[in-house]
């Protein structure tokens, strides 16, 4: 049998009396958490979808977010000072802001062109 981490039993608990399973540490599942917020994102890697879910005060879905053909999630990471969600996929990076849950727009490129001599 494989232990769970106190945050992940903790969570698994309250997650599982509202219907939702947590992998454990067995399973491949992407996932963030903010501590700060007390917030989940996990995503069903085979879907695409990921699921916003708040801890504060019992377990609320705040948001699903799906984009048109993404099919796959790979890998999801935050970044709670800036505010943004990133999920990597088959299709690339896509970001979100952790407020609204709204899509960002693609991070720019910055090009360096070297001095010819």
């Not at 917020?37 to 699921?51: K, S």
Request: hydrophobic share 40%; proline share 5%; glycine share 8%.
């Amino acid at each position: 049998m494989h232990a769970l981490s106190g945050l992940a039993f903790a969570t698994s608990l309250a997650l599982s009396g509202a219907g939702l399973a947590l992998a454990d540490e067995t399973t491949s599942r992407p996932e963030a958490y903010d501590g700060t917020r007390q917030i989940l994102y996990w995503a069903e890697a085979a879907t695409g979808t990921v699921h916003v879910v708040g801890l504060r005060s019992g377990v609320t879905e705040y948001a699903v977010l799906r984009e048109p053909g993404r099919n796959t999630v790979r890998e999801l990471s935050l970044d709670a000072e800036s505010r943004v969600l990133s999920v990597w996929s088959e299709r690339g990076l896509s970001r979100y802001e952790t407020r609204g849950f709204k899509p960002l727009p693609p991070p720019a490129t910055v090009f360096a062109r070297s001095e010819r001599k």
